[in-house]
């Protein structure tokens, strides 16, 4: 089946079976990378991407339900302004151990903040307790999340923070 | 009967009871000296070739380090990527002594190479150890002959020179260069001897110690394609592998003829395999044009198998085997210190207690995947491997290959805990692909990786200890019931006779038995430490309270006086681990604040892959037994410098929260052979609502450098287990923790 599919802006003719995940679509047809498979239940949130701005498990969405919707995932989520504070923060906090699960962790804060521009710990945990980070740097993705939030200013990328 | 220690093997890199020789050497060279600067190197002396990354324009001045005209710096990372931060950490060791301006530093994946770098390998916490002498003499052999170049350009001494942020001075005549200008030059000169190139004095250092972010996090950020799972080859096709549920079982009959018919199936066969749990195994490979049309034509697949003798264990027969141990002597004594009987017989008090930790997996989030593509007698590999080396061998094992023409390409590891030191689905992708004559990627699903990882054994311990009137500890006695045949402990199901308190208590005896196992075992982020560490730290609390004191200066009483005792490496300091427990009770406040009702801190340390730490947890019980742990302390000890201290505090966090969450979340069952959980349901990592805030603090003392992507994980669980005990007075002897037993 062919769907024309719009992501990060871009449209794109696939031709793929109906029921096909969006993960394998975006993965191994439109060859975007960025989106993880680790759990194929939605039950881990690596995969998670925005459909007409929600936060969706990419696994457990087929392509056929995707409709006319956009379609943004990690890699298009930059160009938003809610994305690029997210990426600059991620940075400045230093999160990243292995780095697996941290696109599905952005796409999800992304969602959050778009909707809640001053989350709270509980809205917090609410909205990312479905992210797995098998690494466990959940403190720094929840001070990342609200230093993104705050609109403080992050100094320049990679800047080193205050050491241990 | 004796007890063969584990001997050292590449497959079974850091479940090892004795390390290697070399490493021994290596180490015990630092205590003799102090724990001044070694001069015993133990990689091969670097060798001039032509690094991948030289570009036109660019000098190659060693193995690790290349310079472009521009005075851009490249430096070659050797050890696969797996979390740990290591393709930051160990450049920063040879940026240090080059004496380069972090900024000019781009960083490369080295190839495996070993006439090159040596071993390459993530595991066993022992990236510092083993490259922090050879990483910076690297970095200061390049530097010598960055200034000889210059030197020989100005015609003055090279005694005369200094450098500075990646350019060579000239003092005296004011004239300075850039390495840039004079690489080529120096790319000509000879090699110095790694073990007389000066070093610098740590208090000049600029980088190490520096707070660094991980190198390629702005790459991760945007979802760039780093891990082996993102790999693509041109013309590849896709594959998922269906082994029997039952571990060592064989394919009977299988439908493939079926399956081949399916939309985009390429093609559908029965691997043979072998008995090796470690190598291919039998099983079924399908093979189509995308994952998904695999994966759906795995749903059609019907095979009969032959389960084999393994269909008979279970989780619930390994405990009725254990339990029947209970009462008998141990099959092997491990150790036996003066007379525990008479002891026991004369205590004041005798304490009993048994121990139990399950199986369980590692689930890194990246499931084992691999992309393999052979063309007649070469294969080449894009693997997330921790152990690339071991990989290359078992493939061209399999295949029946010159090892030469085994080509292992590493990449980022989304996560790695152990599991990847086992290299299965390498050889798993690479017969798929010569079979299916095509470059493959072979991805496994999450069950696939759950009901098929190499386990950290469950063990069970039965204890008897004596205390006399003072509450002093006068005899241990100690039952260990692991899995193993013919003496020999299956894979990371060993323990080592050191562990303290041994050394400690004059009368002490430890034996172990074994039962058979069919169900492959592996090292799970600080193996054994990981199960050992909550029974030993979690009964000496016990004993504490039995005694009437408090359980951190029971330890540090216990500890005694500063020395060291046998142990790993170069053997267990009492007074380093006697060092972090004081500063652990200054910056938690132990036994300085009034806690709420069914509130309680805890504490533990342990000695784990030469690491020493600390730990104390406070922890909250509700009345419908929940627990919330408000917070933790950790307090290291890893030598004389803590290299990066954002990734170091990052790692500790995530090593405790592991730990955390092996304890309150994790078990492997085991029925007729095979794994019952699935998925990341009934197999949870902690969450973010579990994760409580991690404090790290570090002592550095007089010692090398060692790792930590282990040490913090230990005390965790008998810090959080010691806690629940001062919150509810009810003991935790078994994981994970059953917080119905927690009711008020």
Same mark, same amino acid.
């Given at each position: 089946?062919?769907?024309?599919?719009?992501?990060?802006?871009?449209?794109? @003719?696939?031709?793929?079976?109906?029921?096909?995940?969006?993960?394998?679509?975006?993965?191994?047809?439109?060859?975007?990378?960025?989106? +993880?498979?680790?759990?194929?239940?939605?039950?881990?949130?690596?995969?998670?991407?925005?459909?007409?701005?929600?936060?969706?498990?990419?696994?457990?969405?087929?392509?056929?339900?995707?409709?006319?919707?956009?379609?943004?995932?990690?890699?298009?989520?930059?160009?938003?302004?809610?994305?690029?504070?997210?990426?600059?923060?991620?940075?400045?906090?230093?999160?990243?151990?292995?780095?697996?699960?941290?696109?599905?962790?952005?796409?999800?804060?992304?969602?959050?903040?778009?909707?809640?521009?001053?989350?709270?710990?509980?809205?917090?945990?609410?909205?990312?307790?479905?992210?797995?980070?098998?690494?466990?740097?959940?403190?720094?993705?929840?001070?990342?999340?609200?230093?993104?939030?705050?609109?403080?200013?992050?100094?320049?990328?990679?800047?080193?923070?205050?050491?241990? | 009967?004796?007890?063969?220690?584990?001997?050292?093997?590449?497959?079974?890199?850091?479940?090892?009871?004795?390390?290697?020789?070399?490493?021994?050497?290596?180490?015990?060279?630092?205590?003799?000296?102090?724990?001044?600067?070694?001069?015993?190197?133990?990689?091969?002396?670097?060798?001039?070739?032509?690094?991948?990354?030289?570009?036109?324009?660019?000098?190659?001045?060693?193995?690790?380090?290349?310079?472009?005209?521009?005075?851009?710096?490249?430096?070659?990372?050797?050890?696969?990527?797996?979390?740990?931060?290591? +393709?930051?950490?160990? /450049?920063?060791?040879?940026?240090?002594?080059?004496?380069?301006?972090?900024?000019?530093?781009?960083? @490369?994946?080295?190839?495996?190479?070993?006439?090159?770098?040596?071993?390459?390998?993530?595991?066993?916490?022992?990236?510092?150890?083993?490259?922090?002498?050879?990483?910076?003499?690297?970095?200061?052999?390049?530097?010598?002959?960055?200034?000889?170049?210059?030197?020989?350009?100005?015609?003055?001494?090279?005694?005369?020179?200094?450098?500075?942020?990646?350019?060579?001075?000239?003092?005296?005549?004011?004239? *300075?260069?850039?390495?840039?200008?004079?690489?080529?030059?120096?790319?000509?000169?000879?090699?110095?001897?790694?073990? +007389?190139?000066?070093?610098?004095?740590?208090?000049?250092?600029?980088?190490?110690?520096?707070?660094?972010?991980?190198?390629?996090?702005?790459?991760?950020?945007?979802?760039?394609?780093?891990?082996?799972?993102?790999?693509?080859?041109?013309?590849?096709?896709?594959?998922?592998?269906?082994?029997?549920?039952?571990?060592?079982?064989?394919?009977?009959?299988?439908?493939?003829?079926?399956?081949?018919?399916?939309?985009?199936?390429?093609?559908?066969?029965?691997?043979?395999?072998?008995?090796?749990?470690?190598?291919?195994?039998?099983?079924?490979?399908?093979?189509?044009?995308?994952?998904?049309?695999?994966? +759906?034509?795995?749903?059609?697949?019907?095979?009969?198998?032959?389960?084999?003798?393994?269909?008979?264990?279970?989780?619930?027969?390994?405990?009725?085997?254990?339990?029947?141990?209970?009462?008998?002597?141990?099959?092997?004594?491990?150790?036996?210190?003066?007379?525990?009987?008479?002891?026991?017989?004369?205590?004041?008090?005798?304490?009993?207690?048994?121990?139990?930790? =399950?199986?369980?997996?590692?689930?890194?989030?990246?499931?084992?995947?691999?992309?393999?593509?052979?063309?007649?007698?070469?294969?080449?590999?894009?693997? =997330?491997?921790?152990?690339?080396?071991?990989?290359?061998?078992?493939?061209?094992?399999?295949?029946?290959?010159?090892?030469?023409?085994?080509?292992?390409?590493?990449?980022?590891?989304?996560?790695?805990?152990?599991?990847?030191?086992?290299?299965?689905?390498?050889?798993?992708?690479?017969?798929?692909?010569?079979?299916?004559?095509?470059?493959?990627?072979?991805?496994?699903?999450?069950?696939?990786?759950?009901?098929?990882?190499?386990?950290?054994?469950?063990?069970?311990?039965?204890?008897?200890?004596?205390?006399?009137?003072?509450?002093?500890?006068?005899?241990?006695?100690?039952?260990?019931?692991?899995?193993?045949?013919?003496?020999?402990?299956?894979?990371?199901?060993?323990?080592?006779?050191?562990?303290?308190?041994?050394?400690?208590?004059?009368?002490? *005896?430890?034996?172990?038995?074994?039962? =058979?196992?069919?169900?492959?075992?592996?090292?799970?982020?600080?193996?054994?430490?990981?199960?050992?560490?909550?029974?030993?730290?979690?009964?000496?609390?016990?004993?504490?309270?039995?005694?009437?004191?408090?359980?951190?200066?029971?330890?540090?009483?216990?500890?005694?006086?500063?020395?060291?005792?046998?142990?790993?490496?170069?053997?267990?300091?009492?007074?380093?681990?006697?060092?972090?427990?004081?500063?652990?009770?200054?910056? *938690?406040?132990?036994?300085?604040?009034?806690?709420?009702?069914?509130?309680?801190?805890?504490?533990?340390?342990?000695? *784990?892959?030469?690491?020493?730490?600390?730990?104390?947890?406070?922890?909250?019980?509700?009345? @419908?037994?929940?627990?919330?742990?408000?917070?933790?302390?950790?307090?290291?000890?890893?030598?004389?410098?803590?290299?990066?201290?954002?990734?170091?505090?990052?790692?500790?966090?995530?090593?405790?929260?592991?730990?955390?969450?092996?304890?309150? #979340?994790?078990?492997?069952?085991?029925?007729?052979?095979?794994?019952?959980?699935?998925?990341?349901?009934?197999?949870? /990592?902690?969450?973010?609502?579990?994760?409580?805030?991690?404090?790290?603090?570090?002592?550095?003392?007089? #010692?090398?450098?060692?790792?930590?992507?282990?040490?913090?994980?230990?005390?965790?669980?008998?810090?959080?287990?010691?806690?629940?005990?001062?919150?509810?007075?009810?003991?935790?002897?078994?994981?994970?923790?059953?917080?119905?037993?927690?009711?008020?």
């Amino acid at each position: 089946m062919h769907y024309a599919l719009t992501i990060n802006g871009k449209s794109h @003719d696939v031709d793929v079976d109906a029921d096909t995940p969006l993960l394998w679509v975006l993965r191994d047809a439109v060859k975007l990378k960025g989106t +993880k498979f680790g759990c194929g239940a939605g039950l881990c949130g690596a995969c998670t991407v925005h459909i007409g701005g929600q936060a969706v498990r990419a696994c457990q969405t087929a392509v056929s339900d995707v409709g006319n919707h956009a379609v943004t995932t990690i890699e298009g989520i930059g160009e938003t302004a809610v994305g690029a504070r997210l990426q600059k923060a991620w940075l400045a906090v230093d999160v990243v151990q292995c780095g697996y699960c941290q696109a599905g962790q952005i796409m999800t804060a992304a969602a959050l903040l778009t909707q809640n521009k001053s989350p709270s710990d509980a809205d917090i945990d609410a909205a990312m307790d479905g992210n797995i980070c098998r690494c466990a740097t959940y403190s720094r993705i929840r001070q990342a999340i609200k230093q993104a939030a705050s609109g403080a200013d992050f100094g320049a990328n990679g800047q080193p923070r205050k050491g241990a | 009967m004796t007890l063969q220690d584990q001997s050292f093997q590449p497959q079974a890199l850091f479940n090892v009871a004795k390390l290697p020789t070399s490493r021994r050497a290596f180490l015990k060279a630092g205590a003799a000296a102090g724990g001044g600067l070694l001069l015993t190197l133990t990689v091969p002396l670097l060798v001039k070739a032509a690094a991948g990354a030289a570009s036109a324009g660019a000098s190659t001045l060693n193995a690790y380090v290349t310079i472009a005209a521009d005075n851009s710096v490249t430096i070659m990372s050797k050890n696969p990527e797996i979390g740990q931060g290591i +393709k930051t950490m160990l /450049p920063m060791l040879i940026a240090e002594e080059l004496d380069v301006a972090w900024s000019q530093v781009r960083i @490369d994946q080295a190839p495996l190479d070993a006439a090159k770098y040596g071993r390459q390998f993530a595991g066993g916490s022992q990236a510092t150890p083993l490259n922090w002498e050879p990483c910076r003499r690297a970095g200061a052999a390049a530097r010598q002959m960055l200034i000889a170049a210059a030197a020989a350009q100005w015609n003055v001494p090279a005694s005369e020179c200094t450098t500075s942020e990646g350019r060579v001075l000239h003092q005296s005549s004011g004239r *300075s260069v850039t390495y840039g200008a004079v690489a080529e030059r120096a790319s000509t000169l000879p090699v110095p001897d790694l073990a +007389k190139v000066a070093v610098k004095d740590p208090k000049n250092y600029t980088i190490i110690g520096r707070s660094t972010p991980g190198y390629d996090s702005p790459k991760v950020v945007k979802g760039e394609p780093l891990f082996g799972i993102d790999h693509e080859v041109p013309g590849m096709l896709y594959a998922v592998f269906q082994k029997c549920p039952v571990f060592g079982g064989k394919v009977v009959t299988a439908n493939v003829n079926d399956l081949k018919k399916m939309t985009g199936v390429r093609d559908a066969f029965v691997v043979e395999g072998g008995s090796d749990l470690h190598g291919l195994m039998p099983g079924v490979a399908i093979v189509a044009d995308s994952w998904w049309r695999a994966s +759906k034509a795995r749903e059609k697949l019907e095979v009969t198998w032959d389960e084999g003798a393994t269909a008979a264990q279970s989780s619930a027969g390994f405990a009725k085997q254990a339990a029947a141990f209970r009462g008998q002597a141990p099959q092997n004594s491990l150790r036996n210190d003066g007379d525990v009987a008479a002891a026991l017989s004369s205590a004041a008090q005798v304490v009993e207690a048994d121990y139990h930790y =399950p199986f369980i997996a590692h689930a890194p989030l990246e499931p084992m995947n691999c992309t393999a593509h052979v063309e007649g007698v070469k294969v080449t590999l894009w693997a =997330p491997t921790q152990n690339p080396g071991p990989g290359r061998t078992l493939v061209a094992k399999t295949l029946g290959l010159d090892e030469s023409k085994v080509i292992v390409n590493m990449t980022r590891c989304g996560g790695g805990f152990g599991r990847r030191l086992d290299s299965d689905f390498m050889a798993e992708a690479a017969w798929i692909s010569k079979v299916a004559g095509a470059p493959v990627k072979l991805v496994w699903n999450r069950t696939d990786d759950m009901q098929h990882d190499f386990y950290r054994p469950a063990g069970w311990h039965f204890f008897k200890a004596g205390l006399d009137a003072d509450g002093k500890l006068i005899a241990w006695q100690q039952h260990f019931v692991s899995f193993g045949k013919n003496g020999n402990y299956a894979r990371s199901a060993n323990m080592e006779s050191t562990i303290f308190p041994a050394g400690r208590v004059p009368n002490l *005896s430890m034996g172990v038995s074994l039962m =058979p196992l069919g169900v492959p075992t592996g090292p799970l982020r600080a193996p054994g430490s990981n199960a050992l560490a909550f029974v030993f730290q979690s009964f000496i609390d016990e004993l504490a309270h039995k005694a009437g004191k408090d359980p951190l200066q029971f330890q540090i009483d216990l500890l005694g006086k500063p020395e060291m005792l046998p142990g790993r490496g170069a053997g267990f300091h009492t007074g380093r681990a006697r060092g972090v427990m004081e500063k652990v009770r200054e910056v *938690s406040g132990w036994g300085q604040r009034k806690l709420p009702e069914r509130t309680g801190m805890g504490v533990a340390f342990y000695y *784990s892959h030469l690491g020493y730490f600390a730990e104390v947890v406070e922890a909250a019980v509700g009345n @419908d037994g929940q627990i919330k742990i408000n917070k933790v302390w950790a307090v290291g000890d890893v030598g004389s410098h803590v290299i990066n201290p954002t990734a170091a505090e990052n790692m500790a966090q995530g090593g405790v929260l592991d730990g955390l969450g092996e304890a309150l #979340n994790q078990k492997i069952t085991i029925d007729k052979g095979r794994v019952v959980e699935a998925n990341f349901d009934s197999f949870q /990592p902690l969450r973010l609502t579990q994760a409580a805030p991690v404090e790290v603090h570090f002592v550095t003392t007089d #010692n090398p450098p060692t790792g930590l992507g282990e040490p913090p994980l230990p005390p965790a669980i008998p810090a959080l287990c010691n806690a629940i005990f001062a919150a509810t007075g009810k003991r935790i002897r078994s994981l994970p923790i059953d917080t119905a037993l927690l009711k008020a």
